[in-house]
Every structure is written in C-alpha cells, then in structure tokens.
C-alpha cells in the first residue's frame, strides 16, 4: 500500500502516451491485415478477401526480392561500421577549448541533416561522375585516372556510405554531446590530480559516462537492419548499379505502390517488422549477458 | 494488494487491445457516416456495393435541387504572384458561370499536388473520398479500379448526355473501354509526336556537311563533330546525347525487319527480341566505344536537365528529345542567348532499308478521366465535359477571351497576345480543359492543330518540323482491350530493368557485346517477360478471334 | 594547469580534423546559397560553384514576392512551436514513468511502445483513421498522430534512469513526491536532452511533410516544406512531361528551387546557437549538484 501511495502518479503520467500509442500505432496497425487478404480498396480492409499467406509465397517467388533483402542488410552493415563516427565527433568537439570555435562547428555539422536527399543526389552525380563529375575532372587535370565512384558496384557502395555519414554524422554528434554534459565533472578533475593524460580520461571517464547511450544506439541499429529509408538509397541509385542498390523500400515503391499492388507492399513491410522485432530482441537478450545493459 | 493490482492492470490492458481491435474494425464501414465536412461524394457506405455498372448513376438529381460536382484539380504551385488560388481564378468562375449556374450545379474543385497524383487519389479512393471527377494518367492505378468494382460505366452517359464528347473524343474514347465497358473518358491527345531529333545546324555548316538524311550520314556527322570539334568544347563534345530506353526508340526502330513483325508481334514481343533489334543496340554499343555518346549518360536517372544544360552549355551535338522539348524546356532559347550563332534543326535520319522511318507515338490519349462508382451525380459529370468538349468553350478555356488574351491571326489560329491576362488566366489552362492534352482547333484539319500548338512563335519553324518529324512513319501499339495480368505486376519491374540493361548493352566492351546482351535478355525473360510475352499473345489472340 | 607539448600538438589536430569535417558539411549549403544569387543563364551553363555567378535576386522575389509564401512561414512555425512543446510534455511524462525503477508493468508497456518501431501499415490505415477523428484539413493532424516519437523516447528514458536511486529516495523522504521530484529536480538536470529532443522534434516536424500531403487539402493550411517541396519537384517530374507533352509548364529554374531551400533552412539555423546554451547549463548544474 505504501507502494501506491508513492507510485499512482506515475500511472497517472503514463495515462495520456498509452493513449496516443494505442490510438495512433496501435489502431491502424489493425491495417497490417491486407498482407493476408486480396485487398479491394473499394471494400476496405475487412470486407476484402483473405487469401492467408498467398501474398507471401508471391513474395518469397519473386527472385527480385532477395535481391532487395541482400542489398538491404549489406548496405546496412556498411552503415553500422560507421557507427563510432558521431562519438568520435562528440569527443573531438568536446575537447576543443575556444568556446566561439565549438560552436561554430556544431551548427555547421548539423547543416547536412537539412538537405533532402533529392538535393544531395543531383549534387552527387555532378561532383563524382566518372567523366563529366568535378572531383574527377579536377584528378584529370592532374594526371590521374578518374574514380569510378557512381559507376562501380563497390565504390558505389563506398560512397552511398560515405554519403550516408556525411548526413548524419551531425546529428548523432550532438546526441552523444548532449549525453557528455552529463558526465560530473569531479570525476575528471580527480583524473586530473592523479595525472592522467587526455587520451585515459577519455577512456576512462567520458567514454564509460556516455556508455548506456552508446549501447541503446547501437541496439535500435541493429534493430533496424532489416528496414533501410527510401530516400537515400533512391537518390543516390542509378543504372549501373542496380544490383547493388536496389534495395527493400526502393523495390516496395516499384512493385507496391507504383503498380497498384497493396498487398504486397503491406506483407512485406508485415516481413521487416518481424524480421527487425527479431534482431531487436536479439541484440537486447546479447547485450544484457554482456554489458549487463539494454534498451529495457 | 501486489497481485491483485498487477493482475488487474493485465486485464485493463486487454480489453484496451480489444477495444482498439474493435475500433479499427468499424474503420472502413464507419466512414460512411463521417462527419468531417466532405460533401458530394460517398452518399453510400463504402464500395460493397461491387455493382459499379453505373446503375444508380440513372438516379440523376431532381431538377431545382442545386448539386455540388466536385472536380479534381491538379495544383502545380505556380500561380503567379498577385493572383487569386486556382479554385477562384477566371476559368474556375468562366465554368461557374457558364456552365455550374445555367445547370443549377455548384462545380467545386479538388486540388490534388501533382507531383502524388497517383498517391493522394488511391487515399482519397480508398476513403470514399474522391471527387465526382477524377483523372489519372497511370494507366496501372485505372486498371486497379476497373478490377476492383470501383468505377462507374459511363458508357450509356455518353450516349444520352455526351454528343460533343462523341465528336471530338472520337479516337480516344476506345481507349476507355475496359472488360467491355466505358469505364474511362481518355483526354484527347492532339499531338502524337514523341520524340525528335535535332543537330547542330551550324556546327554541320561548320564542316561543310548537309543535313543528314540516313542513319549512316547520321552516324558521320556524329563522328566528324568528335574528331573535328567545330563547336570548340576543347575535347568535351558529346556528339549524341538524351540516352535513355525511351528515346533510343527511333534508333532502335530503324533496325526492325518489318516485314516479318506483324501487328500481333508488335504488340507482344518485347523490344530486345524483336528481329533486328540486337544490330540497333550494337549500333550504340560502337557508337559508345568510340566516344561519341555521354559517358556519364547511365548515371543520371533524370535526363532531362542533364541535356539540357549539355545543349546549353554548348558541347551537344546532337539528341533525340521528346518532341519539342527544346523549346518548351527552354534550352533552345538560352543556348542562344549563350551563342547567338546556334542553330538546331530537326532532322529524321533513322532509316530502314527501304528507306522507312518508324518510330513509336503516343496513343491518342491523355489522361484517363473517370467518375467514382462511390459518385451521385455521374449525369452531371457527364454533362459538365460534354460542355467542355464544345469548340466554343475549348476556345475559351485554351485561350482565355478574343482581344483580350488573344487574338485570331489570318489562318484563323489563336495566337496568344502579350497581356497580363495571357499569363495570368492561361498558366494551367491544361488543368481545367481536362479533355484535351494540347491545343485543339478543329476536328477535320490536323495541320491546324499543329499550327496551333506552336505557341512560341519565335520558334514556329522548329516546333511545327519537329511534330511533323515526329508523326512521320509513325506507329501505335495495338490495342487489346483484355486485362494482361502479367503486365500489372511487372510492368513497372521489367521497366527499371529496362534501363539497367541498356546501361550494361550499351556500355559493354564490343566483343563481349552478344554475351551481354543475351545474358541480359535472358534474365529480362526470366523476371517475367516471358510471363508478360505468353499473356500478351494470349489476349491478343482472345481479343481479334 | 599545464598543458605540455603533447597536448598542444593534441589540441591542433583537433582542431584541423574538427574543422575539415565541418567544411564538407557546410561546403554544399554554401553552392546552394550561391546557386540562389546567381542567374539562369548562368546556372543553366554550370559555371556557379562557391560564389554566385550573375548576381541577381530574382530567385528570391519569385519565392517570397509572392505573399503566398508569408502566410505558410507563419503557419508552420506556429506548428512547430506547439508540436515541439506538446511532444516534449508527452515524451517527458512518458520517459520519466518508464525510468522508474518501481514501476510495476513498465516492461509490457515499454514492449508495447517499441514493438509500434517496426510495425508500420502504410498510408492507407493511417489516413481511415485521421479522417475517422475528423481531422481531415485541420493542423492538428499533423501534431496527434506523431505526438511522440518512441526513438526520441527511448534515448529520454535512458538519460533519466541514470539519475542516481538515492536522489529520489532521499528527496521522497523530504516528502517531495513525483511530480515535484520531476519538475523541480530531474527537468533541469536533464535540460541538454532535452534540448536535444526538442530540436529533433522542431527540426523533424518543420522538414516533414509527407503527411500534410495527405491529410491537408486546404491551400491555405499548407506547411511551408510542403509549398516548397511543390515548386520544386515540378521540374523533375518528368513523366509528366513526357505524357503532356505539349501541355507541359516551363520548369522552375534551379535558382529558386535554391532560394527555397535556403528559405526553409535559415530559420531552424537560428534557433540552433540559442539552444547551445541550454548544453552549457546542463554541465554547470551537474558540478553544483556534486
């Protein structure tokens, strides 16, 4: 009873977000069922057929589909190598002593995340095409022979991750940044009387403090390997490469959306949400064994 | 107290669950009777009436009673400054007056962005939410509705309400015709130009060559602007430039052995296995090999602005553009403000062996236009484009007022003056008069129409060379009126296919050149244009037995 | 405190790698600003690089000299402001319970909110259900049904459990209950993540608008990156342009598909160095409560 009597509130705080979840997510999620029927938009949703796992053995036939799945987790482990990036960028900030000059950084850092990728597509291929790019035509000039950073699979790839990077790099820095100010400020001023050099204190101190946000980042990444944004990977294709950046929200828009196919859309998108919910929980069950730490 | 809370609050949760199931289940049924102000349309809930033989269309609207049609708008946000929104301007109240009020019907429009046309009308569908009169330009998403039980038969409308629409949708109304029955008014498509060649006349002056009236003086040309460069691009030159699937297609086509496609093959076979079509593509592959094509052309995606400011800036020799797209893009004009000495001229080299010039053109459709099975008042609907398709209010609607935005030049064409009010009435004036895609004169007279469409008059010439070229020897795919099942799945699919392969055929090193292409066919065929190929033969042979 | 040569050196490669990473950040916003003051002629010709080319302001007119730019600026960022407060109260209630070590049931209803992560129905769903609550062309459907993103919930949560247990032990046997115990203590040394969530709140409902596509048909309600996305993506839309062909409108010249991006941009630009303070405190306070 005592118990209660100092924890009602937060029911009481949790009451209006339970409210949004089950109304928001929770409600339309009922609309995941066209994966399993032969959805007829002018019926809806439940007057329409069910044809069970039909739309799924589609999928599973189409050789276009694992094609997309592959490409979607390469190009997602790519990305999750350059995790360390952001902290890196947090501590190198952090470390910088002129006030006016860390400032400055962190909003020029943060520019790239404004920029659709539509734009950063169409400046791509002007500054790294094979022939008529500027950073190519500027290695010519000097003699050297030009990169094909478009045009050849694993460059392309190179660069799509770079690309990526570049975008959110920013972004994450500032998270990691806002985490480092919570680190007490005692703990590096012993460091400092015990004579630690810069390099131990950001091993010893700054990393361990930002650690549970590290390892929640890293879970939910992992967690979205499955699923890969539509935007970066449609801005940055062209057609050479096809076989390497056709990827899982790309081929959902050709197939799904821009032929009228529903159903299928859904019943993949129904594939990556257990596909993610798995890896999710993977990493979690993983991470608690070691780091005695996870997301819950 | 401890377990009694927890297994209580378990239980709460629960029946929150089901509740929401339940919710989401009255979801579409429900929404009948919604309560957000959407009027018009959607009188019944939801489509499970499937019925969509316009039956209850019949139960048109008592007369006296005013009715609102709601027509669908596409906003391309470029209204100019100062002016009032595209629901209020002059031809929204130019149709008000002339046709809303004389028929005791309020026309109301329905913006829809244009770039998520597609997008936003399957939600406003799937919603019962769309308007009277909605139009699309994919053909997937019409098909989509057909099979769905989604539309209205305006077939027997047409015939009561719809004499102009007869007259001057006369080619295009077949192409509505699906499982038999009206369900689409296809837009009239005036020009059935697509694509055109163009060459730097002054540059062949230059090197004292003529026009090149073969493929062969073609492909000369193309090798004297690379080796000669009279244009002075210090070795940047790309002789011919706009690569892409689409518009290689007169190329492509002048390879063809006609003579042993007949029309059930052209509307069949896909184009790598057409007779012929291999020697076309090899033709590319060396014309890559020696440099006289865009390097870079497979790396963009959009080519249009690529091309463009390759013809600009000066180093395009020469392209195969949409029709008149010079012109009406712009590049024409600022390439001669870069260089007052540029000249393009319209050629048609690509010839067959016996001296044809083939190449594809647009049916003679625009945009589908259609009415919601959902819809009350598809009469009215009918009622409102066959007031539109009368040659008195297409004029009005093409050009705006006689003295005021234009004026009839001696061969009795409008020609639009340089008022405040030729801009600012006729910036979208394509998006109200829906039933025509292009500028419309006359019904009999097809060089009048042409004439007409040549609204820049600066560039008269080129522009009406550039159609003619353009219909020249021209070809349409046959139609087949019966769903290819095949195609709808994956249409899309084979067609982003498409353009790898030619990326990978084109950019191939010449003596690996027929692995390639085989290989590539090969897999073309096994991601389902074989499927498509064998229903298309199919319903070619249901359709003409 | 003396810094030996080791660390200079350390301080200077700092500050070149810092710096060379920012300059490719800022590098392409700087050809876009270009781009915007430059000419047609001169865009269309590809000279313009890092400085306009043919200074001119007629991008700038085109997109603002039309008042019809004025009123969706006003608009959304009156949208922002109360979306930003509201998700940050919701976000903050809810990170704030799920941190609590006493919390019974916490980890069903935490599951619950993860799970929402990945599973997505589409379009379609979504819109039945806006249209269901009537909130079809009202502003509010873009602030309820994204009220609170559970990422930004997640990293919430793990700042707050890392308050130490005796804080709010001890603060409870001073008969401070939650709410006051959140208000007056946990908020302000809390205020970096905050600040952090409320700018990825700001800056997301500013750049979203994928949602007012759908759910707004009423000109006057759109969101500016909405109009802007319009003005844009009508010179890339090239299909139309093949089907209409002849029908087809002049593109919209590159200069002021650059004007708009700067347009949609400065404004978030300017309210970023405001909340850097908001960092600076958060340290400030965690000396002090030591």
């Known amino acids: 009873m005592a118990w209660f009597r100092r924890q009602w509130p937060l029911y009481v705080l949790m009451f209006l977000p339970m409210v949004y979840f089950l109304t928001f997510r929770y409600v339309p999620m009922g609309g995941v069922v066209v994966a399993f029927k032969d959805y007829n938009m002018f019926k809806g949703i439940w007057a329409s057929e069910w044809v069970g796992l039909d739309v799924f053995r589609e999928i599973f036939s189409m050789p276009e589909f694992y094609r997309a799945v592959r490409n979607t987790l390469m190009l997602n482990v790519f990305s999750l190598l350059t995790f360390p990036v952001p902290i890196i960028l947090a501590l190198l900030l952090n470390e910088l002593r002129i006030q006016w000059y860390k400032r400055l950084n962190q909003t020029l850092l943060y520019l790239p995340h404004f920029i659709s990728w539509v734009i950063v597509g169409g400046l791509a291929i002007r500054l790294l095409a094979t022939n008529t790019g500027s950073v190519n035509q500027f290695l010519k000039s000097l003699g050297l022979s030009p990169i094909p950073f478009l045009e050849n699979e694993w460059m392309w790839i190179l660069t799509y991750t770079g690309a990526g990077v570049w975008h959110y790099a920013g972004w994450g820095g500032i998270l990691y940044l806002a985490a480092l100010t919570g680190i007490n400020h005692e703990l590096y001023e012993a460091a400092e009387v015990d004579g630690a050099s810069r390099l131990r204190k950001i091993w010893h101190i700054t990393l361990p403090g930002i650690r549970p946000t590290i390892i929640v980042l890293f879970i939910l990444q992992i967690g979205h390997m499955a699923d890969i944004g539509f935007e970066q990977p449609y801005a940055l294709k062209n057609n050479y490469v096809m076989d390497v950046a056709q990827v899982i929200s790309t081929y959902v828009y050709t197939v799904g959306i821009q032929s009228a196919q529903f159903a299928i859309a859904t019943a993949i998108g129904l594939f990556q949400s257990v596909v993610g919910l798995i890896l999710l929980l993977t990493a979690e069950l993983i991470s608690r064994k070691v780091n005695n730490q996870g997301i819950f | 107290m401890r377990t009694k809370f927890r297994a209580s609050w378990r239980s709460v949760l629960v029946l929150v669950m089901a509740a929401a199931v339940a919710l989401s289940g009255c979801g579409k049924g429900g929404s009948g009777g919604n309560a957000d102000g959407d009027s018009g349309s959607a009188g019944t809930g939801a489509g499970s009436n499937a019925g969509a033989d316009g039956g209850q269309a019949g139960s048109g609207q008592p007369k006296g009673e005013r009715i609102k049609l709601r027509v669908e708008l596409f906003d391309r946000n470029n209204t100019p400054p100062g002016e009032p929104p595209i629901t209020e301007n002059f031809m929204a109240k130019y149709i008000q007056e002339h046709f809303g009020d004389p028929n005791n019907i309020d026309v109301e429009f329905v913006t829809v962005p244009r770039a998520e046309e597609v997008d936003k009308l399957n939600v406003l569908m799937a919603s019962d939410s769309a308007p009277d009169i909605i139009f699309t330009y994919s053909k997937p998403t019409v098909q989509n509705y057909v099979k769905n039980g989604g539309l209205t038969d305006l077939g027997p409308l047409i015939d009561e309400y719809g004499p102009n629409l007869k007259k001057v949708l006369g080619p295009s109304l077949p192409y509505g015709v699906f499982e038999g029955k009206q369900y689409a008014i296809p837009a009239l498509r005036v020009i059935q130009a697509q694509t055109t060649t163009f060459i730097r006349k002054d540059w062949l002056d230059k090197l004292g060559l003529p026009l090149p009236q073969t493929t062969g003086e073609f492909v000369n040309a193309l090798r004297a602007f690379k080796e000669k460069d009279p244009g002075n691009t210090g070795g940047k030159v790309i002789s011919y430039g706009h690569i892409d699937v689409f518009h290689l297609m007169p190329l492509v086509n002048s390879f063809w052995i006609w003579d042993e496609i007949d029309d059930r093959e052209l509307y069949a076979v896909p184009r790598w296995l057409q007779p012929g079509s291999k020697e076309g593509y090899r033709l590319l592959n060396t014309m890559y090999n020696e440099g006289l094509i865009d390097p870079d052309f497979a790396v963009t995606s959009e080519y249009s602005q690529t091309f463009a400011q390759q013809v600009v800036t000066g180093i395009a020799g020469a392209g195969t553009p949409n029709t008149n797209e010079p012109v009406y893009n712009g590049y024409y004009a600022n390439l001669q403000a870069n260089n007052p000495d540029a000249v393009l001229e319209v050629i048609d080299p690509f010839t067959t062996a016996d001296g044809r010039r083939p190449k594809p053109m647009y049916e003679p459709i625009g945009a589908y236009i259609m009415v919601p099975a959902s819809s009350k008042y598809a009469v009215a609907a009918v009622k409102y484009l066959d007031w539109m398709a009368d040659p008195k209010n297409i004029m009005v609607l093409q050009n705006g007022l006689e003295g005021v935005s234009y004026e009839l030049s001696e061969d009795g064409l409008p020609v639009l003056l340089d008022t405040p009010e030729a801009t600012n009435w006729l910036y979208n004036y394509y998006d109200y008069c829906i039933i025509l895609n292009g500028k419309y004169v006359s019904a009999e007279d097809m060089n009048k129409n042409i004439a007409a469409n040549a609204f820049d008059l600066r560039y008269k010439d080129f522009t009406i060379k550039s159609i003619q070229a353009g219909i020249n020897d021209g070809y349409v795919i046959p139609r087949v009126d019966i769903p290819v099942e095949a195609e709808l799945k994956y249409a899309k699919i084979l067609e982003d296919f498409e353009k790898e392969m030619l990326a990978k055929i084109v950019t191939a090193k010449t003596d690996q050149f027929d692995k390639v292409y085989d290989g590539l066919v090969k897999e073309y065929l096994a991601k389902g244009g074989q499927a498509v190929m064998d229903e298309k033969f199919e319903a070619y042979d249901e359709f003409y037995k | ?290």
């Open chain 3, 1 to 290: 405190m003396v810094r030996s040569a080791g660390d200079k050196l350390l301080d200077v490669f700092i500050i070149v790698c810092v710096g060379i990473f920012s300059l490719f950040c800022v590098l392409p916003m700087i050809h876009i600003f270009a781009m915007s003051f430059s000419g047609n002629r001169a865009i269309m010709s590809g000279e313009v690089f890092l400085w306009p080319v043919d200074w001119s302001f007629h991008s700038y007119t085109a997109v603002f000299g039309d008042m019809s730019m004025i009123r969706p600026l006003v608009l959304t960022v009156i949208l922002v402001c109360v979306y930003t407060a509201i998700a940050l109260a919701m976000t903050v209630m809810a990170a704030y319970a799920l941190s609590r070590r006493q919390f019974r049931g916490k980890h069903i209803m935490f599951g619950l909110i993860v799970a929402t992560m990945f599973f997505n129905p589409g379009i379609i769903p979504n819109y039945l259900l806006v249209k269901e609550l009537g909130l079809i062309d009202s502003l509010w459907s873009l602030i309820l049904p994204v009220m609170i993103s559970a990422f930004h919930l997640i990293i919430m949560k793990t700042s707050f459990a890392q308050i130490p247990e005796e804080l709010e032990d001890s603060a409870w046997m001073d008969g401070c209950g939650h709410f006051r115990f959140l208000l007056t203590i946990v908020l302000p040394l809390q205020l970096p993540i905050l600040a952090t969530i409320g700018l990825y709140s700001a800056v997301n409902r500013w750049n979203t608008f994928q949602d007012a596509l759908f759910y707004i048909n009423d000109k006057n309600l759109y969101p500016l990156q909405l109009k802007l996305y319009q003005m844009i993506i009508n010179s890339q839309v090239n299909d139309a342009t093949a089907q209409e062909g002849f029908s087809a409108s002049t593109p919209i010249p590159q200069g002021i598909q650059s004007a708009s991006i700067m347009f949609a941009t400065v404004p978030i630009l300017l309210v970023y160095p405001w909340l850097q303070k908001y960092f600076i405190s958060g340290m400030l306070q965690g000396a002090v409560k030591g």
